[in-house]
């Protein structure tokens, strides 16, 4: 999907809006050899988001926008990323819905990790609706991302049991498991290796 040329990691922003439980998995990934990413600028919505010690401590670039003026905040970040080179965009726990001229401009170039196995429980509360469902398993999805939230190209998934005193936490935290395996392998995926 994605072409790796030559030896050259090719340059990824990860967009974060609070924790960065999975762009802390992703940096421990961009940084082997295998990895065809490196990680060259982080965006967040939130000056507060935990995530960016995690920039700071790799020394890696990042953004903060409030996202008040959508349109004009876009075409700044759209501007960044010109500016580092940026070529594929990794969404981790990022809470802000992209319009369509942003995800146009990167067609195929955005991925992003969804704590259900979609197409179930797209948008917010997924563990919380999920366990209301009493489903018996949920997961987590790495997609791309189109103009539909949560509704772009499935790329990976993987599954959950659900225990019987499964709670909202204990649910987070074992789907938030996989998802730091999962990722790194969609993105070896993505580029086909
Ligand atoms: C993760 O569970 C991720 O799948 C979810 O937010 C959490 C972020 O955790 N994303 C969404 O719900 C997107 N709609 P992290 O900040 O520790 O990576």
């Given at each position: 999907m994605v072409k790796l040329t030559g030896y050259k990691k090719v340059k990824?922003?990860?967009?974060?809006?609070?924790?960065?439980?999975n762009l802390k998995s992703l940096i421990k990934f961009s940084k082997k050899k295998k990895s065809p990413i490196s990680i060259d600028l982080i965006i967040s919505n939130n000056p507060k988001a935990k995530g960016l010690r995690l920039g700071k401590i790799n020394k890696i670039k990042r953004k903060v926008y409030n996202f008040k003026k959508k349109y004009k905040t876009e075409n700044q970040i759209l501007s960044d990323l010109k500016e580092h080179k940026i070529k594929i965009i990794c969404l981790a726990g990022f809470m802000k819905v992209l319009s369509r001229n942003f995800i146009t401009k990167f067609r195929g170039k955005i991925l992003n990790i969804h704590p259900s196995l979609l197409p179930k429980y797209k948008g917010l509360n997924t563990h919380q609706r999920v366990l209301v469902n009493n489903?018996?398993?949920?997961g987590c999805t790495v997609h791309l991302v189109n103009s539909k939230l949560d509704s772009g190209k499935i790329v990976l998934q993987k599954k959950v049991k659900i225990s019987k005193n499964e709670t909202m936490n204990s649910l987070a935290e074992k789907v938030l498991i996989q998802e730091h395996k999962l990722y790194p392998k969609a993105i070896l995926k993505v580029f086909n290796l």
């Open positions: 990824a922003a990860v967009f974060i809006s609070g924790t960065g439980s489903e018996k398993y949920s």
